[in-house]
Each structure stands twice: as C-alpha cells, then as structure tokens.
C-alpha cells in the first residue's frame, strides 16, 4: 500500500495500456496531477521482474507516453498562451504571470524541462507552461526526449534491477520510493532556495540604491 493505493494490484489490473495513459496524462494533463508516476514506474519494473510484465514492452511504452504527454502538454499551452495574454486581469489570473513564465522558461527552459520530470504536480504542468511561456519547439523537445529517459526508464529499469537482484525487495517498496520522491525533490529544492536568496538580495541592494 503507497498513499492508500495497492500499487501492485492496480498496475496489474490496469495492464500496459493502462500504465499508458496514466504516464500520458500525468505528463501533460490537467487531470494527471494527482497521479502517483514516481511509485508507478518503479513498482511496474519491480512487477516486471517477476514476471507480470515484460520489461522489454513496459520500457518503451512508458518512454513513448511520457514524451507524447509532454508534447501534448507543450501544444495546449501554445494555443491557449497567446488567448492569455489578451485576457484580463481577475482574481484567478494575472497576465504578469505568464510574462514571468515566459521570462523564466527563457533563462531555465532546458533544465525546467529535465528537472520537472522528478517533481510530482509540477512536471504535469512544466510542458504547458513551456508552451504558454514560448520555449523554442526544437530545444523543448530535445529536452523532453532527456528528461523522458531519464524518469521513465530510469525508474522502471531500477526497479527492475533492483527486483532482479534484491530478495524480497517487495518489503521494502514503500521506503525505497519515499527515498526516491525525496532524492528527486532535493534538487529543486536547493535551485528554488538559491534563487529566492539571490531576489532577496537583489532587493535589498536596489532598496539601497534608492
């Protein structure tokens, strides 16, 4: 059990055409941001070294979902971005935000893309945003092809390994993928920290200046 969810018992019933699309639409989706794609990927490697999956079909059917839901993701947040940017400010919305999205995918673009891969709710949203914020087509993909690997196979081929090689590592599942959410968080955490010390600087030095 993972969060109240039998992830053994719901990747067996939902098969690979399932795993498909729940990889799909967390990747790209607004209704994927809930979904539980770190765990996912690694306890469907792990099943498919027992036998229930075949680690050669699960590796790239997972691969190809998380690219094409990013580049769904990228599409939709290109033709509603500029419907946006004419829209008026209200409560819910304000257009600076999406010129600061645009600004910040054009500094941090290529590591955004990577890095939201191993964020759970944020890489639902990075590849919209990259496509609101008008992050170069070619540089995106290219990056979303990166990151893709990097999460997809990665986890699912760990999961397999580590299934191959450690006994009964089905005992040790849920600390494994807690371990693995904190490792992958650690990273943003560190880059957010950093900028926000490098604003609160640049703030106080122009309130000097003043």
């Known amino acids: ?5 039998d992830l053994e018992s719901f990747i067996k019933t939902a ?4 795993l ?6 967390e990747s790209g989706l607004f209704i994927g941001f809930f979904l539980p794609g770190d765990s996912l990927l690694f306890t469907a490697g792990f099943l498919a070294s027992q036998g229930y999956l075949n680690i050669w079909i699960l590796a790239p059917l997972i691969f190809i979902a998380a690219i094409l839901g990013d580049n769904f993701g990228y599409a939709f947040g290109a033709k509603v971005g500029p419907a946006l940017f004419t829209k008026e400010d209200s409560l819910l919305f304000h257009k600076d935000h999406l010129v600061k999205a645009n600004n910040f995918y054009a500094k941090h673009g290529p590591k955004t893309v ?5 964020l759970p709710i944020v890489r639902t949203f990075a590849p919209i945003l990259a496509g609101v914020g008008k992050m170069e087509y070619r540089q ?10 990097l ?3 990665g986890l699912t081929w ?3 390994f580590l299934g191959s090689v450690v006994p009964n590592i089905d005992k040790y599942l849920i600390p494994i993928i807690l371990a693995i959410i904190i490792v992958s968080v650690l990273p943003t955490l560190y880059h957010v920290l950093k900028n926000r010390e490098y604003t609160n600087k640049s703030g106080a030095i122009d309130s000097k200046d003043k």
């Open 1 to 5: 059990m993972f969060f109240g969810i």
């Open 15 to 18: 098969g690979y055409l399932g």
């Open 20 to 25: 498909f699309f729940i990889v799909f639409a």
């Open 114 to 118: 990577v890095m939201a891969r191993f």
């Open 140 to 149: 995106f993909f290219f990056y979303n092809i990166l990151g893709g690997a």
């Open 151 to 153: 999460w997809s196979l």
């Open 158 to 160: 760990l999961g397999y």
